[in-house]
């Protein structure tokens, strides 16, 4: 029961099988998780709460451990080739990456960890082994789930495998807690998997509110060399089929359509590279840009880090987030702590992440014509965008890493307390 008396918290061990903390956003299979890894560990810290993070080794020339923070290590497991694999490869590989994880446990004093929390399915496979060898609570974050994804499956995607979904239902029957991002999330975890309502916390991920914060548009504009008059739309995000980015490349073609004397001044920044899915075709959104006949409007930029990303917010007239699916949204969210409005799909946790019609605008369809209508909306309506833009900047501010954090840390304590309250009540019968 989350009543009982909190534990003090010293270290976590935290999983992360199938991508690193230390890889960029917006490539490969990095994206929100990580961000929300590396800023919720670094927070622990310096709160005096040790993190360890567990991922795959990708690289011969990865050191075993490396220091991510002070009081934040990262230790490279080897499991199955260092390149090559996908995530639908690394269920086979689990087996050597547990190993790994309790070798490295085998090592310390028993009680070193006090809590091991799991993202993502794959890293909820492995905590439930280490939670039962190391008798501390489990507590996992699903990111995204197989039901919610084949639901509202982009055209064209491939279906997460029926393993994935024995998978998460084996992760969610077994975890001490489940971290959701949304009351939708949590509601999903419930309905669609048969969770614990009372071991379901929802706790919404945060934003970097130094880091992304509102700036000078115009400067940002002459560092990415785009003209200080233009119309810019921006798309953050790896490109798959999932995140839906041919959207923005229609709707802008749309507007072109309705209003030719657009043409010379729209430019549309697509910044992320290939993933998932995508990279069957890493090419095929520049194909699609020629056959709508905007090439020259739309300009492909690789993933952006820190100072760099915000600029790319601060650029941008609005940011749009058309995903089939998100859990949150952190793009968004960024987005809207730099003061850049954002259009996305009303979908998953986005509603959460944009206020609509208040610090943006939720779409519900996909059609070229929405989209166009709603970019126009905060692109050429400058009264507007200012009026959204105010709202973007104080309703990001109402997410922190720092509450995202204090959270978590409860949440671990009291999961940590129910762990060993429940292992006395078993003692004390036998």
């Excluded at 560092?223 to 798959?240: M, T």
């Excluded at 059609?367 to 709603?374: R, S």
């Amino acid at each position: 029961m989350i009543g009982r008396m909190r534990t003090a918290l010293r270290r976590v061990a935290v999983l992360s099988v199938h991508t690193s903390p230390l890889e960029q956003p917006g490539t490969g299979d990095a994206g929100g998780m990580n961000v929300y890894i590396v800023q919720t560990a670094r927070r622990m810290a310096r709160r005096g709460v040790e993190v360890e993070v567990f991922t795959r080794a990708t690289s011969s020339g990865l050191p075993p451990v490396v220091e991510l923070a002070p009081g934040v290590t990262v230790r490279h497991i080897t499991a199955g080739p260092f390149e090559g694999l996908g995530k639908h490869d690394l269920p086979a590989q689990l087996c050597a990456f547990t190993a790994g994880v309790l070798r490295a446990e085998a090592r310390r004093e028993p009680g070193y960890y006090d809590v091991v929390h799991s993202h993502y399915w794959l890293s909820g496979q492995v905590g439930w082994l280490a939670r039962d060898r190391w008798g501390v609570p489990l507590v996992h974050t699903a990111h995204t789930l197989a039901r919610v994804k084949n639901a509202a499956l982009a055209d064209g995607d491939t279906p997460e495998p029926y393993t994935r979904v024995i998978g998460e239902q084996q992760v969610v029957a077994e975890a001490d807690r489940l971290v959701a991002n949304t009351p939708a999330e949590a509601a999903q975890l419930v309905d669609l998997y048969g969770a614990d309502p009372d071991r379901t916390q929802t706790i919404p991920p945060g934003v970097d509110l130094e880091r992304f914060k509102p700036g000078r548009p115009q400067q940002a504009r002459a560092e990415l060399k785009v003209p200080p008059d233009a119309v810019v739309l921006a798309f953050v995000g790896r490109i798959q089929p999932l995140k839906a980015p041919e959207v923005l490349l229609h709707a802008a073609a749309e507007m072109v359509r309705r209003d030719p004397s657009l043409r010379p001044r729209l430019r549309v920044l697509v910044v992320g590279g290939p993933s998932g899915s995508g990279l069957a075709a890493p090419t095929s959104l520049q194909q699609l840009a020629g056959r709508l006949g905007i090439s020259e409007q739309v300009r492909f930029l690789p993933p952006q880090h820190g100072e760099g990303l915000a600029q790319v917010y601060r650029a941008a007239d609005v940011v749009a987030v058309p995903s089939h699916n998100e859990s949150f949204g952190l793009v968004a969210l960024e987005a809207q702590a730099c003061g850049t409005p954002v259009v996305a799909a009303a979908v998953g946790g986005l509603p959460v992440a944009v206020a609509d019609r208040v610090s943006g605008l939720l779409v519900a369809s996909r059609a070229a014509a929405d989209w166009a209508d709603a970019l126009s909306v905060v692109a050429l309506r400058p009264a507007a965008r200012q009026r959204l833009s105010a709202a973007a900047v104080a309703h990001a501010r109402s997410f922190s890493w720092e509450r995202t954090t204090a959270a978590l840390l409860c949440t671990y304590g009291a999961a940590a307390a129910d762990y060993r309250f429940g292992a006395f009540d078993e003692e004390a019968a036998s």
